[in-house]
């Protein structure tokens, strides 16, 4: 039911557990508090569908805060031409497009927890970028010319997951979000996908607008959880 977050911990320097729903009655919490002292864990995290109306209710009288909502949106596939400018980045495109991303993702639940160090909620983006572009979190990652925006993607059965989606302030308006997009759902198409899935952050309507004209329909509506304890 929980179990320390092996990477969470290396990177952040300080122990990340989460809980795994479903959690329905008392009991299934009651393992919460041995283990995170046993684990000496600074962070719990914890995720359910918001209809889990019993395991939100627990999660709140056992200290939780929510921090975020997040928003899977799905759309079934169809034949698309990819966008010709758009192309699959390289290790030695890093630098392009690690350049001037900050405050792409300040809508997260690590940017707006409080709690996280500042320079490693900035630093985990561009390792998840960097990491991607090596085929490790996600399995490509597409850019435009010059690095003006940038999209993770990855394929898990038959299913084709957008990452992370940025395009850099000064490049606003010039539609490379749907170039960005339109090339993704080329690619998902020719690795054989039946559906193309993303996910957002509530606060975010800008992103879920984009996605609903995009032909994404609402899929889940998910209540995100931390529970920090003091350091020890």
Excluded at 5 to 21: I, S, Y
């Amino acid at each position: 039911m929980i179990e320390l977050l092996e990477w969470d911990c290396q990177f952040f320097g300080f122990n990340v557990a989460a809980v795994r729903p479903p959690c329905h009655s008392p009991d299934d919490w009651q393992a919460v508090q041995p283990f995170c002292q046993e684990n000496r864990v600074r962070l719990v995290q914890f995720a359910c569908d918001c209809a889990e109306e019993q395991s939100i209710r627990f999660a709140e009288q056992n200290g939780f805060h929510c921090v975020d909502v997040r928003l899977a949106f799905a759309r079934p596939l169809e034949p698309i031409s990819a966008d010709g400018a758009i192309r699959r980045a390289t290790p030695a495109d890093c630098p392009t497009i690690l350049s001037g991303i900050e405050g792409l993702f300040n809508m997260t639940r690590y940017q707006v927890d409080p709690h996280f160090p500042r320079d490693k909620a900035e630093e985990l983006y561009k390792v998840w970028i960097e990491k991607s572009i090596a085929g490790a979190f996600d399995d490509v990652v597409f850019m435009t010319p010059q690095g003006e925006g940038f999209m993770t993607v990855k394929v898990r059965e038959e299913v084709g997951h957008i990452g992370l989606v940025g395009v850099k302030a000064y490049a606003a308006g010039h539609k490379w979000g749907s170039r960005l997009l339109a090339t993704a759902l080329h690619h998902f198409a020719a690795t054989h996908c039946r559906h193309a899935q993303v996910v957002t952050q509530g606060r975010n309507r800008v992103a879920q607008n984009y996605y609903q004209q995009a032909g994404f329909k609402l899929q889940q509506t998910e209540l995100c959880y931390h529970k920090w304890y003091k350091q020890i």
